[in-house]
């Protein structure tokens, strides 16, 4: 189950690296904040992209909440900005997009269930913790 966990986290991050990495030139219009559109796409693209080598690397409570916090924080932005004309906050610039189409779909997938798995990984390894820590104080309990 933790195999299947972490690769269905990795593939989501990396479809949402892989739209914002190519979608970042035509963001470069995109203005308002310290920060413009096409660099804000490519760190999005890196951050995910090496938050997917790490889920793959370490399955530790850590790595999954990291990638908790990648996935459902670029499902958050996604939905923000499609939803709201919120304008630029801070350094961000006003990334405001109310329309749809497919690569949008692809990355709020592959966010959605990197999020959902990152999220199942954590819990699952937080409970395997709880009964390995039950399991040793009965176990010290009988000795």
Wanted: overall charge neutral; cysteine-free.
């Amino acid at each position: 189950m933790g195999l299947i966990l972490r690769l269905l986290v990795a593939a989501g991050l990396a479809a949402d690296a892989i739209v914002h990495w190519r979608f970042a030139p035509d963001m470069a219009y995109v203005q308002g904040g310290s920060i413009d559109g096409d660099l804000l796409f490519r760190i999005q693209a890196a951050v995910a992209g090496v938050t997917a080598v790490v889920i793959l690397t370490y399955a530790r409570r850590w790595s999954y909440a990291l990638a908790f916090l990648v996935a459902a924080s670029a499902v958050g932005a996604l939905l923000l900005y499609f939803y709201v004309e919120v304008g630029a906050l801070g350094p961000l610039p006003d990334m405001h997009d109310p329309v749809w189409y497919t690569e949008k779909t692809i990355s709020l997938v592959g966010e959605g269930v990197a999020a959902l798995a990152a999220l199942a990984g954590f819990v699952t390894l937080s409970l395997d913790d709880v009964r390995e820590r039950s399991r040793r104080r009965e176990h010290a309990g009988r000795t």
